[in-house]
């Protein structure tokens, strides 16, 4: 089944406690994203990836970084986490005619 | 990015029909997506327009216009399971897709 998967689903931290959040995809697409969804903000682009080793900032980079060392893995990695980064998370991967999304990471920093 | 607008809110009656309307940039532009999101699930795909016209799927049907920017999701029979945030995003060749910030509609009884 062709799918995109999180981990994890749900985390709460505390500010300034390292963390990574995973995604995995099986369909050997070569883009990747992800994003940040927060209310009435809709979602926001944070870091994407057209192929291994290739990463560029989206819309809203500060804060977070990524790295691709395989097609199938692209990490969302805060090294320092704060309250502003509480939000819903997803991570995606597209091919040239649709994007899949991952089931989302609810992520509560406090 | 590009801006991609979309109205914020809209109400309809279940069994009626609604349109959502989009307006993107045409720089660039190489196709236009549609999703469906329910509250804190994620965004499933329902059409990708990439000529001009009226493409449906069963109950929903999406139109795209290229010269002017514009495109709608048409949702006939509305059921109340159809109350949902729909979301239009642009795609313009090698970049990921951009997003509108969604229409949040409320079908009522």
């Known amino acids: 089944e062709a799918q995109v998967t999180q981990n994890p689903r749900y985390l709460i931290t505390v500010t300034g406690k390292k963390l990574t959040v995973t995604c995995s995809q099986n369909?050997?697409?070569?883009?990747m994203s992800w994003y940040r969804q927060d209310p009435g903000l809709g979602l926001r682009q944070i870091y994407y990836?057209?192929?291994?080793?290739?990463?560029d900032k989206g819309d809203v980079p500060e804060g977070y970084k990524v790295s691709r060392k395989e097609k199938r893995n692209f990490p969302l990695i805060l090294e320092s986490p704060s309250p502003n980064q509480t939000s819903l998370y997803f991570c995606?991967?597209?091919?040239?005619?649709?994007?899949?999304f991952g089931p989302g990471t609810r992520l509560t920093v406090t | 990015g590009q801006n991609i607008d979309q109205p914020t809110e809209m109400t309809a009656t279940e069994g009626a029909i609604v349109q959502i309307n989009c307006t993107y940039q045409t720089s660039g532009f190489n196709g236009l997506f549609w999703y469906q999101q329910h509250a804190g699930e994620a965004p499933t795909f329902l059409s990708y327009n990439v000529l001009d016209g009226l493409e449906e799927k069963g109950r929903f049907s999406s139109f795209l216009s290229r010269s002017k920017g514009y495109s709608y999701l048409l949702l006939k029979e509305l059921q109340m399971k159809d109350s949902a945030s729909y979301l239009c995003a642009s795609y313009s060749g090698n970049t990921p897709l951009v997003f509108g910030k969604g229409t949040r509609l409320s079908v009522i009884a």
């Open positions: 990836s057209m192929n291994v080793e290739v990463t």
């Open positions: 369909m050997n697409h070569e883009y």
């Open positions: 995606a991967s597209r091919d040239s005619y649709e994007q899949y």
